[in-house]
């Protein structure tokens, strides 16, 4: 659907992922159950998404934050926190210390399912890296939700 509004080639931002991302050294996601995403203003409509995606699959066992680099300027760092700060295109100087900053490069006139695939990309290399809790809590969900929408819902991971 967003690639048929953005008309981004799928196999460029595949080709992107390879080259770009997956050439990264990545933190040791394990060792962190907090983490500040911070997306371009541009992608400001991406944020309820990549939220949801961390809720999904994580619930309340990590936390996560996501906001665009210019609300980031707003009051939601006052706390500090052990967490690790991800920002996709633009570079984060400011928030966190500098060792629990991670720079996800964007490429060049980046549209909407770029950066969605990209930011779904590093969540599922965060997921890599903590036990599978969707995974174990899918059955009693479906079983629950099959009661609330008064249909079957089938398990969709095995």
Known sequence: ???????????????FIQQEIDTLTLPDFSQYDKYFFIVPPKFSGIIRML??????????RIARDVETSEYMK????????????????????IWGEPEKRLHIPLPENV?????????????????????????ENIA????KASKVFGSEIKVIVE
Do not use: C, W
């Open 74 to 93: 707003h009051a939601v760092t006052v706390v500090p926190s052990e967490e690790l700060f991800i920002s996709f295109g633009e570079k984060n100087t």
């Open 1 to 15: 659907m967003i690639l048929g509004k953005t008309n981004e080639d799928p196999e460029k931002i595949q080709k």
């Open 111 to 135: 549209g909407y399912a770029t950066m969605m695939a990209i930011g779904y990309y590093v969540i599922a290399q965060i997921q890599k890296q903590h036990p599978p809790y969707f995974k």
């Open 140 to 143: 009693l969900y479906t079983e």
């Open 51 to 60: 939220e949801v995606k961390f809720i999904e699959l994580f619930g309340r």
